[in-house]
């Protein structure tokens, strides 16, 4: 069975772990590795250490879906309606640009339950405060470094983290850049 990592558990990494369970046609064995404590990347949902119940989403705190993208993603919109993640936004934010439409969203459990969604579909294993530092070539795999611990081979790496950090990785990978 093909093993595939992909580095990073924000919406990208979420969603691609999602897809590629749900569109790939060999069986999977689906990892992802964040370097952060929790899910959520930009769109991380922070509790108070005083009351769980009091959450602030730190980045994101609406989705925006213009009429270009409601036709090529209504299916994510309608499954995340479907499920409760996702709710009409129908108050006004100060200082949010409305454009003619637009469609906005909130997600009232936190944002970063769009992002647990995915993971959960995904049945990936899911690994934090692994931060991966280099990636090389050996043997036709890909031998994934990370600060502690052993490294790890894979046949595929998908990294989702912005490029300022992907241009920070070291090894053979600096050959791609
Ligand atoms: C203040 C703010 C407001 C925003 N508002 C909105 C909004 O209203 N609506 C909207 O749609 N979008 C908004 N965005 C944008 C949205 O949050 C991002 O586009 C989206 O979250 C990006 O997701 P991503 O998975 O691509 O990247 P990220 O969320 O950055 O995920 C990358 C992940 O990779 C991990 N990572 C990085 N380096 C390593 C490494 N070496 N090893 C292992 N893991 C690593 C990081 O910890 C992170 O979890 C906002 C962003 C910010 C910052």
Known sequence: MARVLIVGAG??????AALLRKEASCPLHLSVWDK????????????SPYNPQSTVDLGAQYITCSPHFAKKHQSFYDELLAHGI???????IEGMVIKEGDCNFVAPQ????????????????????QCVTQINLRNDKWEVSKETGFP???DIVVLTMPAPQILQLRGDIENWY
């Not at 919406?11 to 691609?16: E, F, Q």
């Open 152 to 154: 790890e081979q894979f």
């Open 11 to 16: 919406l990208t990494g979420s969603l691609c």
């Open 86 to 92: 996702l709710k009409p936004l129908t108050s006004i």
């Open 110 to 129: 936190g944002v970063s339950s769009i992002i647990n969604h995915y993971l959960k579909e995904s049945g990936a294993d899911i690994y934090f405060r």
């Open 36 to 47: 952060a404590g929790d899910s959520g990347g930009r769109m991380t949902t922070a509790s």
